[in-house]
């Protein structure tokens, strides 16, 4: 069965909130923020990362109140505004950034750049080689694509991160 604009709409309405319930600190996808344009005329603004603190908190935000690891892509436009975010759910001590996942998700939401976060409930900041090595095989990856990977982020229950590209470790 070939799907219509109206089904597409229909099916994407399923997982949307109402307008008036959208926060400004939580990132809609591209797609949402066009139907809620669309359908109330509300323009939904999304936050732009200008410097490593805006990412921080962005990051920090997004990974609060998280009890098992979580990987997320944020793709950002050439301006740096958000224009999406996807997350992997993972276990305590582990999450599976896959690459084939991280790049159709990068592609779909036409990304400029992406940052890379993820959390460590345990508290430590540090990264693993596991990370480390994930990182720059998934930019590596991203670099072939025209897809700048400008960051990844850990962060931990109490609010501090790591930055890989400020430590030099991507």
Do not use: W
Request: charged share 20%.
């Amino acid at each position: 069965m070939k799907m219509t604009e109206q089904m597409i709409i229909e099916e994407a309405r399923k997982y949307m909130q109402p307008a008036s319930a959208i926060q400004p600190q939580k990132p809609i996808c591209a797609k949402q923020h066009r139907i809620v344009l669309a359908e109330t005329g509300i323009e939904y603004k999304t936050p732009q990362i200008t410097n490593r603190r805006d990412l921080e908190n962005f990051c920090v935000r997004l990974n609060e109140n998280e009890c098992f690891e979580k990987y997320s892509i944020i793709a950002v436009n050439a301006q740096c505004q958000v224009i999406g975010v996807y997350s992997i759910q993972g276990s305590l001590s582990e999450v599976n950034a896959y690459p084939r996942v991280v790049t159709t998700y990068a592609l779909l939401a036409n990304a400029h750049s992406v940052f890379f976060t993820h959390n460590h409930p345990g508290g430590t900041c540090t990264p693993s080689k596991e990370d480390i090595n994930a990182t720059i095989m998934l930019k590596n990856l991203l670099k072939a694509l025209d897809i700048h990977v400008l960051d990844h982020l850990i962060t931990t229950p109490d609010g501090r991160a790591y930055s890989m590209a400020q430590h030099g470790d991507m």
